[in-house]
């Protein structure tokens, strides 16, 4: 595809739900990264996948919180026994460098996440 | 710990005058830095960026500028055009950190006629 895209676009979800994100980067793209973006804030990182191996996972926050990309393509970030606190944007990235490489990375539209 | 900060929530210039966004930085380990633009309901879409290793970079109407000793950096727009209006976020990277960005909290910027 031309960008980053990512579905749903919008997610209402019952306190203790579990959702499921999904990311689809462009196409070659090495390295995907997702971020968490609350209102009024800058998107903060969550976790960073090159190819298939997730090289760092340390913005997640919680074990609530769980992301994959099998097949080094498509990614999911899965929310387990959502929170009130969960509601944000949730935006993914992908970019041509790898690991080490400053490179730009290009944003999808994002998942409106909200929880009730 | 804000280790990026654009202290100006935002920022109103008439069309045809130069709009100028501000950045500071904390981490010294950052060397790569990037602005990016946020209509409302869309993604950050890139728009310029510069690493540590120049002071400069220009990209038609958008010019970034670094000041390493000062740790700040600042975009420029010139001429501004109503369709600039827009949330402007600053990030870095840098040795240590990955690729990972670190996001400033936006400048919301309002080209008037």
């Known amino acids: 595809g031309a960008g980053v895209s990512q579905s749903p676009r919008y997610k209402v979800a019952k306190r203790g739900q579990d959702v499921a994100l999904r990311c689809d980067p462009i196409s070659g793209h090495v390295s995907l990264f997702w971020y968490q973006q609350a209102l009024g804030q800058g998107p903060e990182f969550l976790t960073y996948?090159?190819?298939?191996?997730?090289?760092?996972k340390s913005g997640l926050p919680s074990d609530r919180f769980f992301a994959e990309r099998p097949e080094g393509s498509v990614s999911t970030l899965k929310i387990q026994r959502t929170q009130q606190e969960d509601s944000a944007v949730y935006l993914c990235?992908?970019?041509?460098?790898?690991?080490?490489?400053?490179?730009?990375?290009?944003f999808g539209p994002g998942t409106r996440l909200l929880v009730l | 710990d804000q280790q990026v900060k654009q202290n100006s929530p935002s920022l109103s210039v008439q069309e045809g005058r130069i709009s100028i966004l501000n950045c500071d930085y904390t981490n010294s380990m950052f060397d790569y830095f990037l602005w990016y633009k946020k209509y409302p309901a869309e993604g950050p879409t890139f728009l310029i960026s510069i690493s540590s290793i120049k002071d400069k970079n220009e990209d038609g109407r958008f010019t970034v500028f670094l000041n390493k000793s000062a740790k700040h950096l600042s975009l420029h727009i010139v001429p501004s055009q109503p369709g600039d209006s827009a949330v402007y976020f600053c990030a870095a990277s840098g040795r240590g950190g990955g690729n990972k960005l670190t996001f400033g909290t936006g400048t919301q910027l309002k080209v008037e006629l």
């Open positions: 996948f090159q190819n298939e191996a997730q090289l760092d």
């Open positions: 990235a992908s970019s041509l460098a790898a690991a080490g490489a400053a490179g730009t990375q290009y």
